[in-house]
């Protein structure tokens, strides 16, 4: 389904508003898992009740990766999810936490979601140090329990 919006931001909170036709005619209920696209590229993310509207939030990776900003209007396509939700985990992550299998067991715990947020910044890092201090965190986080 197709519409056209405008980025909402606030702070460092940024979102997309579905319109109420939009998440009826998609018919799985008002959560779907849904793959929206944006100027030609596409990511995996859910519909969600955020102050009593329908939202997609739209996080500094997706920012940059579709290439807008808030206060922007743009041509929004959504389709339903219906793929397994899985989470790629690079291999010095997975290196990391098989030597922390504390960690790596809470981290089999999470959602699709959470696992994203742990596995997105590694890709962002700019030199092997930053990635490096990166996993050392996550590695930490996840032994510590932390969603």
Do not use: C, W
């Not at 939009?22 to 859910?46: D, F, H, M, Q």
């Not at 339903?80 to 067991?105: F, K, N, S, Y």
């Amino acid at each position: 389904m197709k519409f056209t919006t405008t980025i909402q931001g606030s702070g460092n909170k940024t979102g997309i508003e579905v319109p109420e036709h939009v998440v009826e005619g998609l018919g799985a209920g008002r959560r779907p898992p849904v793959v929206v696209t944006i100027n030609g590229k596409s990511y995996r993310s859910s519909i969600a009740a955020m102050g009593g509207r329908n939202m997609i939030s739209l996080s500094a990776h997706n920012r940059e990766f579709t290439g807008v900003s808030a206060g922007e209007t743009v041509d929004v396509e959504l389709e339903l999810d219906t793929q397994p939700r899985i989470v790629e985990v690079p291999g010095d992550l997975a290196a990391a936490m098989a030597a922390e299998p504390a960690a790596q067991e809470f981290y089999a715990t999470l959602s699709y979601s959470a696992q994203r947020r742990y596995v997105e910044p590694l890709d962002d890092a700019k030199t092997p140090e930053t990635r490096a201090r990166r996993i050392a965190k996550v590695v930490a986080d996840l032994k510590a329990g932390k969603k």
